[in-house]
């Protein structure tokens, strides 16, 4: 299956892109993303200069408990790119009905998702090397099969404070 996402869904005040996912139907997710005019350089374009060209910019590893990974996680001093506070007031007067441990949630600054099938919980590492880029996922999914686009503004304004 091929889903699109154009820089009319996927941006911020300052940059944006575009996305196709690949999916199959199951397992797989693979988002193909390229950068979309914007007011600044985004992290697409930022990769791509950084890398001379196209490449894997982050894995997701999924989980059947989020918040004990990312809580083992942070314990072993793994650093995440936070939502602001206004993220989480956000998203819980919205998903406040699902059946998740918000207080967790919040403390340990997972992202939060609903579609119809379910609801998607992730969090992103902060770049892994010393060039502001590659990063890792922790991803549960209870029952969703999207790959958190409702996320996507709040990801790329925690990257973007990053770039800064």
Do not use: C
């Not at 199951?26 to 350089?41: F, Q």
């Not at 600054?109 to 060039?131: A, K, S, W, Y």
């Not at 990063?135 to 709040?154: D, H, L, S, T, Y």
């Amino acid at each position: 299956q091929l889903r699109h996402f154009d820089e009319s869904q996927i941006s911020t005040e300052f940059s944006a892109l575009r996305s196709t996912v690949v999916w199959n139907g199951s397992d797989i997710v693979m988002p193909l993303n390229e950068p979309a005019e914007g007011r600044r350089k985004s992290q697409i374009q930022e990769y791509i200069d950084t890398y001379r060209g196209p490449g894997v910019q982050h894995l997701a590893f999924r989980t059947d408990d989020v918040v004990q990974a990312i809580a083992a996680l942070r314990s072993r001093g793994v650093r995440f790119l936070e939502a602001n506070d206004a993220y989480f007031d956000d998203v819980t007067s919205r998903l406040g009905f699902l059946d998740i441990p918000w207080d967790d949630i919040r403390r340990l600054g997972i992202l939060v998702d609903n579609e119809p099938d379910g609801h998607l919980l992730q969090l992103f590492t902060e770049p892994l090397t010393d060039r502001p880029t590659v990063f890792v996922e922790i991803i549960e999914r209870g029952g969703a099969r999207g790959f958190g686009e409702g996320n996507f503004k709040a990801l790329f304004e925690s990257i973007e404070r990053e770039q800064e």
